[in-house]
């Protein structure tokens, strides 16, 4: 059935204006607290591993940490030995066992660090894995009990994003930037002890230059990201102009706009490209900026270990020792920072996750859901109201009732609810008031997993997925055989064409059957309808997209299938429901005519209009003196 219909009743499916582009970063959570509590939540049941990652963590750093205070002795051994040496003292001399020993320590102590921090990101990124994918199948789970008005009022690029975008960078931080901000702090708390057992004078010093540190990332940071988020900004339009043109890539050049489709790339492209450049450019001064106010603590800790050697009150290997500590405590001190930006982003993507997985779902089936094990096919819509908002009633006491086996055919201008009718028989969505019954159970007493399998629909739009024929024909049927594939295809006047396929049955179709023609995969969808031999049939013009030869023989498909079945047919042709037992005409979501062919044409009323404008080139209301002939 046409997503087309009742538009202006609808709730409005947004395109890319409709909501955040794909990918756009969120800069804060609206609750980071509470945001991150939750992440916690699927993170707890793997609490030993991140137990295990930190312990690794702290192994690891702590033999970094420790190895420039063991090459401090190997150099005191040198310098001590040469200027021993060089003044011609005794018969000192230079220790090189003990050099040889330090070298294979210090040797060792980076093998084991680097084995830690291996098994520390196995372990993580194996946490992390296992995280999203909890987080991933409950994402899974609630997309099938939405309802369908949250398919109508989202986006599908924002729902995309929200289901993959950020979940990958929750993935991404617990992988990568959780180790990195443990291993930051660690590191930063090592170096700092070492540093105060050198010397706490020359830690001073450089605990002073962290201001410095902290004023300028601050400072670059504010000014790089309104222009990081326009980046974005840009990026998802320029993403979204080439998914518009590839997409209608065929109306373009039937309208020569090939020109204009190039002008506005290159003119989004410009756009992209000169905010990027500003985001990169001023970004990448913070390196520079860091490395500058590391070498002026490199200076002021250098002269001043220079004072304390001459003075004798400090060891020339400390002094190198303490220097390797000074390069070292910068560095952390800038990662944690970023981190704390990356974490920033990434709470608030899961909190776009988390208001997704908190949206309202479909009423739950009662525990005594009824389930009509074998349907007759009878419907009744009894003092039926509804609409999509509570102020904008589309249908008011509507009563219909279609007895088991008859065709019911839904006719009536764009927008009329004919689309509408067949979404509250389906039950994607409730009735405001009144009960709509199968076979005398109101249909909300039903199991939707039961009441869904009485009906079988082809729709004007075909919907076909990336798969084989004989699969895509069997979809909806378990344990199928591959014989009742090919007399289904048969009886849809499919089997011809499919076996002239080069792989017949076992044709793996493109991603909505792009390498068939629209006729072709029409055929397919009724060939599965017919496979899945339900009690109750919805057409939505089936047979609009095949030629009138092809047409023809589906049309005598389509009457075999539907010989005692209850069949809803919507049509906009009407000459494929002139034997319908019933035609309910539909205006501004009213029923305002019922009958059979003969009848509503008797009526000279709406119905009449409708048919003569079709068939005889009039507008309704110019057909008066002529009704009694086509009656």
């Known amino acids: 059935m046409s997503r087309q219909e009742n538009r202006s009743q609808r709730p409005q499916r947004g395109g890319r204006g409709g909501g955040p582009p794909m990918g756009r970063p969120v800069e804060k959570a609206k609750d980071f607290k509470g945001t991150l509590r939750r992440l916690l939540k699927y993170i707890m049941p793997f609490k030993l591993s991140i137990i295990a990652v930190f312990i690794m963590t702290i192994l690891s750093n702590i033999f970094t940490v420790a190895s420039p205070k063991i090459m401090g002795g190997a150099i005191d051994e040198l310098y001590e030995g040469s200027i021993s040496k060089i003044k011609g003292i005794g018969d000192i001399s230079i220790d090189f066992s003990y050099i040889a020993r330090t070298l294979v320590i210090l040797g060792s102590l980076y093998i084991i660090s ?17 995280t999203v994918l909890s987080m991933r199948k409950d994402i899974d789970e609630k997309l099938a009990r939405l309802p369908l008005k949250f398919y109508d009022s989202h986006t599908h690029g924002d729902i995309l994003s929200r289901v993959t975008n950020d979940v990958d960078n929750v993935s991404s931080t617990l992988q990568q930037s959780i180790t990195q901000l443990i291993s930051s702090l660690i590191t930063l708390v090592g170096v700092l002890i070492m540093m105060l057992s050198i010397s706490p004078t020359l830690t001073l010093i450089t605990v002073l230059v962290v201001p410095l540190y902290i004023i300028v990332t601050k400072a670059v940071a504010s000014r790089s990201q309104k222009f990081f988020k326009e980046q974005q900004q840009r990026l998802g339009d320029l993403n979204g ?81 303490f220097i390797q500590y000074s390069r070292q405590f910068g560095q952390p001190i800038t990662q944690t920072a970023n981190i704390a930006n990356v974490i920033q982003s990434t709470i608030a993507s899961a909190e776009r996750v988390f208001e997704f997985l908190d949206e309202e779902e479909e009423v739950p089936d009662s525990p005594d859901a009824k389930i009509i094990e074998f349907p007759k096919g009878e419907v009744r819509f009894e003092d039926v109201t509804f609409g999509y908002s509570e102020d ?49 159970i109101d249909i909300k007493d039903m199991k939707r997993s039961n009441l869904r399998s009485i009906f079988g629909m082809v729709l004007q739009d075909t919907w076909l997925f990336n798969g084989t024929i004989e699969e895509n024909i069997a979809y909806g049927r378990e344990n199928v055989t591959f014989d009742e594939v090919v007399k289904a295809a048969k009886a849809a006047h499919a089997d011809h064409f499919i076996r002239t396929l080069s792989d017949g049955y076992n044709t793996v179709l493109d991603e909505g059957g792009s390498n068939i023609s629209q006729g072709e995969k029409q055929l397919l969808t009724i060939a599965r309808a017919i496979l899945a031999d339900p009690s109750i049939l919805i057409f939505d013009e089936a047979t609009s997209s095949v030629d009138t030869r092809t047409e023809i023989y589906i049309q005598k498909a389509l009457e075999a299938l539907m010989k005692g079945r209850t069949s809803f047919v919507i049509a906009h042709r009407l000459s494929t429901i002139r034997d319908a037992d019933l035609i309910l005409v539909m205006d501004n979501g009213a029923i305002i005519e019922k009958g059979n062919h003969q009848e509503l044409i008797a009526q000279n009323g709406f119905y009449t209009d409708l048919y003569n404008s079709q068939f005889l080139g009039m507008m309704p209301g110019d057909t008066e003196g002529m009704n009694a002939d086509l009656a």
Do not use: C
């Open 114 to 130: 680097a084995f830690f921090t291996y098994i520390q990101q196995i372990i993580m990124a194996s946490t992390a894995q296992k």
């Open 241 to 321: 102009h080439i998914e518009e043109m590839y997409t209608g890539h065929e109306i373009v050049k039937a309208y020569g706009q090939e020109k204009s489709s190039i002008a506005d790339f290159s003119n989004i492209n410009e756009d992209l490209y000169d905010v990027g450049w500003k985001a990169q450019f001023i970004s990448g001064i913070i390196m520079p900026l860091m490395g500058f106010i590391g070498n002026i603590g490199y200076i002021l800790v250098s002269v001043a270990g220079s004072i304390f050697v001459t003075r004798g009150s400090i060891n020339l290997g400390n002094i190198q020792a």
């Open 392 to 440: 904008k009633i589309l249908m008011e006491n509507m009563n219909i009732e279609i007895k088991p086996g008859q065709t019911a055919a839904i006719v009536g201008p764009t927008g009329a609810g004919k689309t509408t009718l067949v979404n509250l028989l389906m039950r994607f969505y409730d009735v405001n008031s009144g009960r709509i019954t199968v076979d005398g």
